[in-house]
């Protein structure tokens, strides 16, 4: 009891003043940050009591045995790595705090809340720093609230990014690996932590993390052709050698259009089938647009049921409304004079739209596995609207 305070202690302290580590931020900016720290924390708290009043599910199950709330053994451990599944590897991060320090469940979740927050200040360091007159994005409105900074307190935001499991550490990879990339020579290890982390995590996020930065890359305007060449024949290789590891984790065999397709039916069958839910909704008859637009925009709230599905549609329909201002705002040509990381950041999300689109089929898991994409959305359309507010003024 006594080490759980000290812990709890330390992680708030500890994620409060993170902020003040990067060392680039004004007066407003930290006072955005911190607000954005104690919305976060009351977010990580409510998904704490939705778990624990759900009976658990895989946010307990990486921290204890899913009998009795047991902690999990080593030999537990040393099985399900030998198994090759990413659960092993939660388990292993958590063995430490679960098992060794024994702090209980609610320390865990309190871990994992300044976790996701670390990775929310990483990414208000790439917006502050890659988009030009940000600020001024909130004069632009949306149901009378400006864009800036009301997207970054979307409530999924925070709750999928702030509970004990994958998506949380997911969501710090992803926040770390492009800031650290901004000073790469610099920023080696922020690099190595978030590549190691996400690929035994998810490595598929890993390779569309590495394809969206080399892409980025090589539509920089500003890079010389021979400087394209070099950087795309460098991550075409790192693309090649990570494939294969991928394919053999999500069990795929070949990449021909049959075999993905079947592959990509039954596992949004599965989903759509899993016994439990509320938010299955069968996809494989979804003309592909259609699917695309279900895995970003659903639920709405003419298929949402209880409070949090009205809260999500509320969100999804800011996104809608969010997305179709980007596309009115002469997007190919706000690309073309974005910075890479921006144009990395589009990539990704257009990466995760196509792809999770033709797997997921429930809606409760397309919330949670989108997250981190639409993080993206919003900073390339932060930066496309001021690319072209920018433009207007000058005219």
């Not at 069990?251 to 039954?266: A, C, F, I, K, P």
Request: net charge positive; glycine share 8%.
């Amino acid at each position: 009891m006594i080490l759980d305070f000290i812990f709890c202690l330390f992680a708030l302290v500890f994620g409060f003043r993170f902020i003040y580590r990067l060392k680039l931020f004004n007066t407003y900016d930290l006072k955005l940050l911190k607000r954005l720290f104690f919305y976060h924390l009351i977010i990580g708290i409510s998904f704490y009591f939705f778990i624990i009043s759900s009976g658990g599910g895989d946010a307990t199950n990486y921290w204890f045995a899913s009998y009795g709330y047991r902690f999990y053994d080593f030999s537990d451990v040393l099985e399900e790595l030998r198994s090759g599944s990413a659960t092993g590897y939660m388990l292993l991060i958590n063995y430490i705090p679960a098992k060794v320090l024994g702090l209980s469940f609610f320390s865990g979740s309190l871990l994992y809340t300044v976790v996701g927050y670390c990775g929310f200040v990483y990414f208000y360091a790439i917006i502050k720093t890659q988009i030009e007159r940000i600020y001024d994005l909130r004069q632009i409105k949306l149901f009378g609230f400006s864009v800036f900074p009301i997207l970054l307190f979307l409530p999924n935001l925070h709750f999928w990014s702030s509970g004990v499991g994958k998506d949380s550490i997911l969501f710090y990879c992803i926040a770390l690996f492009f800031y650290s990339s901004l000073k790469a020579s610099k920023r080696i290890f922020g690099i190595i932590l978030s590549v190691g982390l996400s690929s035994v995590i998810r490595p598929h996020m890993t390779l569309f993390m590495l394809m969206a930065l080399g892409l980025g890359i090589a539509f920089d305007g500003r890079l010389k052709s021979y400087q394209k060449v070099f950087i795309t024949l460098v991550f075409a290789g790192v693309f090649v050698g990570a494939v294969n590891y991928v394919m053999n984790f999500v069990q795929l065999e070949s990449l021909d259009t049959e075999t993905v397709t079947e592959y990509s039916n039954t596992r949004a069958s599965n989903l759509a089938d899993k016994k439990g839910t509320t938010s299955a909704v069968d996809t494989t008859a979804y003309p592909y647009p259609l699917k695309i637009f279900t895995f970003l925009f659903r639920p709405l709230f003419f298929d949402a049921s209880g409070i949090l599905g009205i809260v999500a549609s509320l969100e999804n329909l800011v996104l809608l409304l969010f997305f179709i201002k980007i596309i009115r705002n002469k997007f190919l040509k706000g690309f073309k004079y974005s910075s890479y990381l921006v144009k990395a950041s589009g990539f990704l999300f257009l990466m995760g739209a196509l792809s999770f689109s033709l797997i997921l089929g429930n809606l409760g898991i397309m919330l949670r596995q989108k997250t981190p994409f639409v993080m993206m959305l919003v900073i390339f359309g932060y930066s496309i609207i001021s690319t072209n507010k920018h433009q207007k003024t000058l005219r």
